[in-house]
């Protein structure tokens, strides 16, 4: 089982990124899907999660409103839309799976992906 995360990089803050995270070695279709970060000296925060249909997604209070979360099954690859992105949202963005539904919690998922640096500049 891999989650393969990428499309991390440097952007001013205001500007936006896209991250994707590809899946193989299974098939994900039944799973949620979650992002989460880590900043450097934090510990590991909920992103975004959404259902294994799509239908349902939840955000941490620090991103609603500019991260979006959306998947493709037929791709096996979960996606994050950043926009309006800020100094504070400057981590490595970890995505992970769970076969059951949408969680926030980091010991609730079951596979993790290597983790792709987002750094936003002010």
């Known amino acids: 089982v891999q989650l393969q995360a990428s499309g991390g990089g440097l952007v001013q803050a205001g500007g936006s990124l896209r991250l994707s995270c590809a899946a193989s070695g299974r098939t994900f279709s039944r799973d949620a899907m979650g992002w989460f970060r880590q900043a450097p000296g934090k510990e590991r925060e909920f992103v975004a999660t959404i259902s294994w249909s799509g239908g349902m997604t939840y955000y941490a209070d620090a991103v609603q409103g500019r991260f979006t979360i959306s998947r493709d099954n037929a791709k096996n690859t979960v996606y994050l839309q950043m926009n309006n992105l800020k100094s504070e949202d400057t981590a490595v963005y970890y995505c992970?799976?769970?076969?059951?539904?949408?969680?926030?919690?980091?010991?609730?998922?079951?596979?993790w992906g290597q983790g792709t640096l987002v750094t936003v500049s002010s």
């Open positions: 992970a799976t769970r076969s059951a539904g949408p969680a926030s919690g980091v010991d609730r998922y079951d596979y």
